[in-house]
């Protein structure tokens, strides 16, 4: 199929070659089986990395290297149960490392399949939107400016459509297509001007093509292996981590040089030394953070998409918990985005529209009484010239009626309905012959229909001022007549009053022309009109948007409105939201265009909502906040407004109404187009960063308390408290599925309530590098006197007499005097020490500030679920047969538990106390 010259057949023959037509296209069943021949379409992505490579990578790790090293050199010396221990322990981390991993890579792969894009296609004589992937050859696709084409296809018909295809030939500039057969069959890809290519976009204009390829049969899936994209995308705060791992690693191989060094001062044996230094490195560098990071990440976004939110690129949840300002579009974001004709000015009189929804049942009174005839066939008229410059469908699904396409174009189907005026006759009575469609700087669409007569019919709907600048008759009382000063007052007073109510007023014009003076030049085209009348409609502001903007505000995050709104409109639902507090003030596109870049850099802050703008004036608006040095979320959904979004430090496209264009150029996407998403999002965005500190902190702070214990132990001459299995044994308790469970934590109640941090922040600040000192230091300290506790004071002194002990037994102890205690009992304890007194320190993680009993010990079951397991697995090493003689460790009675437990409490103890004085 691929080596037909399809740019050069008549439509009739491509139809026939693809068993389809351009009336009914496909049908369902024809499709489906279509599926099964040709597969879906989509490209082929390249293959990650296997399970088993995953698996063994984890071994690709110069400390893992030298483990096995100490392994080989244990068995070669006869320490077998040394060396089959730390080769467990080497297995055991890799089985862990390479679960995280794994949950990682299946996350993101998940995350990467959320976003789907949809394309509207003709089946059973019905327009219907279904994802891209499951089209096939045959299909009749209907594109619109700010579509992406999601196959190869040929053109059936084309309206002023233009597509940007540089993604295929490099050439920016966009290509003008024609439904009409070329003579060439060897023309190359961008002069076949008769077909549209995947992986391209429409800028401008409208059309129907039929697919002809699908999937990497298409000419980008010829390529596809040059442009696919690429694996693993880091964050910003992924990037810092791996900087300050660098500093870690550095610092840490320098406490262990000094520990092994310390060693083999005090004559213990080069091997012990040696393996001790090891399992030290081993558990001071937090090799699992890497995954955590990202598995925390993966997950919040999953979260994320329970409340109505896609995140696009990873990095965007990094800086959504630094937004500082939230632009939002008003139509359908911070309304409902189902709009109703409730008013319509014809032959100057404003009648009323009942109803509500897109639900076509309703009536139309003036003054409460029905039309009379001229008034109901003027009304008939408006809506007919509305329906006639129109790109939406209106379709019953079971009992509701939804509009696919532009909700105000929705709400003129409605309205017209309810007049007994229907797309679909309409179409066929005055087919298309062409279109200058709409775009947010014009303000305003046209179309140029054919009439059964020997004249074209202009239709032309837009805002009101601009349509009535197009005019210069008027069609009233079934006469036409010049468009007076007195009629065009009359016009604006009646908008004015419309938009006073917070009603949006689409203006209706129109105009014959003949065959001879047809001109493409939408200049031409669009001048001159006959003013036929006015349609108001009303969107209500969503319920949840007044308080979403309150939290913004609490949250230290400045709100905007943008619309292409009247002037008034925009205050009366700015009022109402909330959006005009702190004296800020409203603006319209033309005052904004007298304000140079300066001053409006200087004035931004000031400017709470922005009516009548256009597309440039969105990009303005974006670079003026981010001058200030402020983090910028922008929404957006028609294709002009790509360029903001892209610019915008958060780019938010609109999942119902925003076009491909606009969704490929943002960094997340709104399922629900609804404001109160967006405000979700940042608290999920800023709770996923918290967490992910969390277990930073958590990690290093109890690596920081191994470090310190062994450190003290070296320089006080003591024993060394900890075996180098014990270590490496805590590396794994404790590390794994305790920062996991933080990195997942609930979002903090106050959350919102918290200044935005700065982006340019480090995740570990001098506050938090301190901190995590003082608590490394508790969980050493803990460590230490639980060991010398049972090594010195419980077997040679009578409970009570701690200051004969200390004199008489820890001081010549460190001096180097004899031993008189049980060293394995001591070892045990202060090994059972350090894993539960970091378990407890689990949960003082959880808040810096807060204490754990404000918070609630069971709104983290997770973390309960993890600390429980280790700490079976820590009881289970000591009593299971044969694992003492691995784990060096001896069976210890409930006294020595209750110790153990008393010991391990002192952190948590501690920390809480200090959060009490913290708040007071």
């Known amino acids: 199929m691929t080596d037909i010259s399809w740019h050069t057949m008549q439509a009739s023959e491509i139809m026939r070659n693809l068993g389809t037509n351009t009336d009914s296209g496909l049908s369902h069943v024809e499709a489906e089986n279509r599926l099964k021949k040709y597969g879906y379409n989509q490209l082929e992505e390249k293959e990650g990395i296997s399970p088993l490579m995953l698996f063994l990578g984890q071994f690709n790790d110069f400390i893992v290297w030298i483990l096995i090293a100490a392994t080989i050199v244990s068995g070669f010396l006869g320490e077998w149960v040394d060396a089959l221990a730390i080769l467990a322990i080497v297995i055991i981390n890799a089985i862990i490392g390479f679960i995280q991993e794994y949950r990682a890579e299946k996350s993101l792969e998940a995350l990467r399949k959320m976003t789907t894009l949809f394309s509207r296609v003709l089946r059973n004589s019905e327009i219907h939107s279904i994802p891209s992937r499951n089209i096939v050859p045959g299909d009749i696709v209907l594109l619109e400016a700010g579509d992406y084409v999601p196959a190869d296809g040929r053109l059936c018909s084309s309206f002023s459509l233009k597509t940007q295809e540089a993604s295929l030939t490099g050439e920016s500039t966009p290509v003008v297509k024609s439904a009409e057969p070329l003579q060439n069959p060897l023309l190359p890809i961008g002069d076949r001007e008769n077909m549209v290519f995947m992986g391209t976009s429409v800028t401008s204009g409208k059309g129907m093509c039929v697919v002809i390829t699908t999937g990497m049969h298409t000419e980008l899936g010829k390529i596809a292996g040059l442009i696919q994209e690429a694996g693993k995308e880091d964050t910003p705060l992924q990037r810092k981590l791996e900087v300050f791992g660098k500093k870690l690693v550095y610092l840490c191989l320098g406490i262990v040089t000094l520990v092994f060094l310390l060693e083999l001062w005090r004559k213990d044996p080069l091997l012990e030394a040696f393996l001790m230094s090891v399992s030290l490195a081993v558990a001071a560098i937090p090799e699992g953070l890497p995954a955590i990071v990202t598995i925390a990440l993966a997950l919040g976004v999953q979260r994320m998409v329970k409340r109505h939110v896609l995140i696009r690129k990873l990095p965007a949840v990094e800086a959504l918990g630094c937004t500082t300002v939230i632009c939002s579009d008003k ?22 529209v009942s109803g509500t929804g897109y639900d076509p049942e309703g009536n139309f009174a003036f003054n409460n009484m029905p039309l009379s005839e001229i008034d109901r066939r003027m009304v008939t008229f408006v809506l007919g010239i509305g329906v006639l410059c129109n790109n939406a469908h209106l379709k019953r699904d079971n009992t509701t009626w939804k509009v696919i396409g532009d909700p105000t174009e929705g709400a003129i189907l409605s309205a017209a309905a309810k007049a007994g005026l229907w797309k679909e006759g309409l179409q066929k009575k005055f087919p298309l012959a062409s279109e200058n469609p709409f775009d947010s700087d014009r303000k305003k669409m046209s179309t140029v229909r054919k009439t059964p007569y020997s004249v074209f019919l202009v239709c032309e709907k837009g805002a009101a001022d601009v349509i009535v600048k197009d005019c210069t008759k008027i069609y009233i009382e079934g006469e036409l007549r010049d468009l007076t000063e007195d009629d065009i007052r009359v016009i604006v007073n009646e908008n004015n009053k419309m938009a006073d109510a917070a009603l949006r007023v689409i203006g209706i ?19 001159d009109l006959i003013f036929a009348g006015l349609l108001a409609m009303i969107d209500p502001p969503r319920p949840e948007v007044k308080d979403a903007v309150a939290t913004c505000h609490k949250a230290g995050i400045t709100t905007v409105m943008i619309t292409g709104d009247h002037k008034n409109t925009a205050w009366a639902i700015g009022e109402e939201l909330g959006f005009l507090c702190n004296d800020r003030k409203v603006i319209e596109g033309v005052e904004l265009d007298t304000l140079p870049a300066e001053i409006l850099e200087k004035e931004v802050s000031k400017i709470a909502v922005y009516a009548r703008v256009s597309a440039e004036h969105k990009l303005r608006i974006v670079k003026a906040w981010k001058k200030q040095g402020s983090v910028v979320a922008m929404t957006g959904d028609g294709v002009n407004d790509a360029p903001a979004v892209k610019e915008a430090s958060i780019g938010i496209s609109m999942g119902i109404t925003g076009t491909d264009v606009t969704k490929e150029a943002s960094d997340m996407v709104i399922t629900d187009d609804n404001f109160a998403s967006i405000v979700a999002a940042v608290e999920e965005g800023r709770g996923i960063y918290d967490n992910i500190k969390k277990s930073i902190h958590y990690l290093l702070s109890c690596n920081a308390g191994e470090i310190l214990t062994m450190l003290f132990a070296s320089i006080c001459n003591l024993p060394l408290p900890l075996f180098p299995i014990q270590i490496l044994w805590i590396n794994i308790a404790t590390d794994g599925l305790p920062a996991l469970a933080l990195g997942v934590d609930a979002v903090d109640t106050d959350i919102m309530k918290r200044p935005a941090r700065r982006s340019a922040e480090q995740i570990i600040d001098k506050n938090l590098g301190l901190l995590i000192v003082f608590q490394g230091f508790l969980i050493a300290l803990s460590t230490l006197l639980a ?23 820890l001081i010549p102890c460190c001096l180097g005097g004899p031993l008189t205690g049980d060293l394995e009992r001591a070892r045990t304890a202060a090994f059972s020490v350090m894993v539960i007194s970091q378990l407890f320190h689990s949960f003082n993680c959880r808040n810096a500030h807060r204490s754990l009993f404000k918070i609630g010990i069971f709104t983290n079951k997770k973390l309960l679920l993890a600390t429980g397991f280790s700490l079976a697995m820590q009881v289970a090493i000591i009593y299971i047969p044969y694992s003492e003689n691995v784990f060096k460790v001896m069976p210890l009675e409930l006294k020595d538990w209750i110790a153990i437990f008393g010991f391990s409490t002192l952190v948590f103890i501690i920390m809480e106390i200090i959060k009490c004085f913290k708040k007071s």
């Open 787 to 809: 060991y010398l506790y049972v090594l010195y004071y419980t077997s040679s002194v009578k409970p009570g007499y701690l200051h004969y002990w200390f004199l008489n037994e």
């Open 331 to 352: 139509t359908g974001t911070l309304t409902q985005n189902e709009m109703t004709v409730r008013k319509i000015f014809a032959n100057g009189k404003t009648v009323d």
């Open 509 to 527: 014009a129109f105009k014959p022309l003949d065959l001879e003076t047809l001109n493409p030049d939408p200049a031409i085209t669009e001048r």
